[in-house]
């Protein structure tokens, strides 16, 4: 005996299961009258995250979301050519041949105790304070060299950007900074009552 179909009886066809799209639905008409103010929260965050990448991209001071050239991350790509790296052999041959200025971007009280020497320091983090007296002591027409802490430390690249806004162009940044250079056994000065070496 065969069996009736919907199409024979002219009833609906069952309703077919579909829990890929109905769950996350249901889902959501579950939480929404009962957390308004989450849910405003999560739509806010979505939309920052499908705007933020958009301005970014459009932005010339926008970032750069894989590694440079020179193997930073994080440099506005308006300044990836801009703010040049050199390793610590160049910096060497450029301290033993006197052709630069160094520039120690440390705070003062670090450059106190140990230094490259011939460096002068601007404090990065003081910026504001010390630069009007500091001007005077960067000659626009000399290589300066700008070192801060170490790999991880962006004093040196903040400090070239404001010397850039500043109408300064030649200058490098020391990769790895004061830990780079002292790790390779390079000279440095220390102060009376600094750290001994």
């Known amino acids: 005996m065969a069996h009736a179909t919907s199409e024979d009886t002219g009833a609906p066809p069952p ?12 889902l959501v008409r579950w939480f929404l009258p009962r957390f308004p103010h989450a ?9 920052a995250l499908l705007i933020a990448p958009i301005f970014n991209a459009a932005n010339p001071l926008g970032m ?8 930073r991350v994080g440099i506005p790509r308006v300044y990836e050519s801009r703010l040049p790296q050199i390793t610590v052999e160049q910096a060497v041959a450029l301290f ?5 200025l160094f520039v120690d971007s440390r705070d003062e009280r670090d450059y106190h105790k140990d230094y490259i020497p ?7 983090r003081t ?4 630069w009007p007296a500091m001007q005077s ?22 400090q070239a950007k404001r010397l850039l806004a500043e109408g300064y162009h030649n200058f490098l940044i020391l990769d790895r900074g004061w830990e780079g250079w002292t790790e390779a056994g ?3 000065h220390r102060h009376p009552e600094g750290k001994e070496r």
Do not use: F, K, M
Request: with cysteine.
């Open 137 to 158: 002591q960067l000659p626009r027409d000399r290589t300066l060299v700008l070192y801060c802490y170490g790999g991880h430390c962006g004093l040196s690249t903040r």
């Open 118 to 124: 011939g460096a002068i320091n601007l404090p990065q």
């Open 64 to 71: 750069g979301w894989i590694l440079t050239a020179d193997g």
């Open 15 to 26: 309703a077919v299961s579909c829990p890929l799209i109905c769950g996350p639905i249901a």
């Open 186 to 188: 390079n000279p440095t």
């Open 39 to 47: 849910a405003r929260a999560a739509l806010l965050l979505l939309s």
């Open 127 to 130: 910026w504001v304070e010390v």
């Open 96 to 100: 033993d041949s006197g052709d630069a």
